[in-house]
T-cell receptor
Framework: DSGVTQTPKHLITATGQRVTLRCSPR?????VYWYQQSLDQGLQFLIQ???????AKGNILERFSAQQFPDLHSELNLSSLELGDSALYFCASSVDGDTIYFGEGSWLTVV | TQLLEQSPQFLSIQEGENLTVYCNSS?????LQWYRQEPGEGPVLLVT?????EVKKLKRLTFQFGDARKDSSLHITAAQPGDTGLYLC????????????FGKGTLLTVNP
């Protein structure tokens, strides 16, 4: 158990819909990262937040957005979903730039 | 563009055999990490290498960072079924954030 909690673990939704994935980082960790893992692209960095502020952006689509709240939990919002958005979405956390710990992921299936 | 190429993509061996997997890039990284991911779980950090030429050992696993900090290898001695998993390398370019670039991984199966 990494200490990073993600919900939901599995989600099936239809194209065009919007979903929210939630992440609770390890206690004391200020940085939260979101990654997308798919068979064709592998593990891709989406975005990083540090203590509520966006710190780095990767290959995140404009239809996707994220935020980190004062209690340090984070949410990844995925809208206008397409079939190609089906993937495993990981949240990870770290104190700041040291070892990052991954959650177990949220498996999203868009049908 | 895949910045980190891992090879082989798939590897199936018998228990007790040795193996090496590779992680190559045209980019220089300030550090490189190796992770193992098991089904239904997130990647778990095995090691971080920082210095060119650095060799780190973790029980039966030996990790090496290339002299130019562009490539790395993972050697497993006397593989066991518990070593089965997806091995991912990830490079970090440094700076104030911790944006990792991952390879697509080597899926290792160790048969009893």
């Amino acid at each position: 158990d990494s200490g990073v909690t993600q919900t939901p673990k599995h989600l099936i939704t239809a194209t065009g819909q919007r979903v929210t994935l939630r992440c609770s980082p390890r206690s004391g960790d200020l940085s939260v990262y979101w990654y997308q893992q798919s068979l064709d692209q592998g593990l891709q960095f989406l975005i990083q937040y540090y203590n509520g502020e966006e710190r780095a952006k990767g290959n995140i689509l404009e239809r996707f957005s994220a935020q980190q709240f004062p209690d340090l939990h984070s949410e990844l919002n995925l809208s206008s979903l397409e079939l190609g958005d089906s993937a495993l979405y990981f949240c990870a956390s770290s104190v700041d730039g040291d070892t990052i710990y991954f959650g177990e992921g949220s498996w999203l299936t868009v049908v | 563009t895949q910045l980190l190429e891992q090879s082989p993509q798939f590897l199936s061996i018998q228990e007790g055999e040795n193996l090496t997997v590779y992680c190559n890039s045209s980019s220089v990284f300030s550090s490189l990490q190796w992770y193992r991911q098991e089904p239904g779980e997130g990647p778990v950090l095995l090691v971080t290498v920082v210095t060119g030429g650095e060799v780190k050992k973790l029980k039966r696993l030996t990790f090496q960072f290339g002299d130019a900090r562009k490539d790395s290898s993972l050697h497993i001695t006397a593989a066991q079924p518990g070593d089965t998993g997806l091995y991912l390398c990830a490079g970090e370019h440094g700076g104030s954030n911790y944006k990792l670039t991952f390879g697509k991984g080597t899926l290792l199966t160790v048969n009893p």
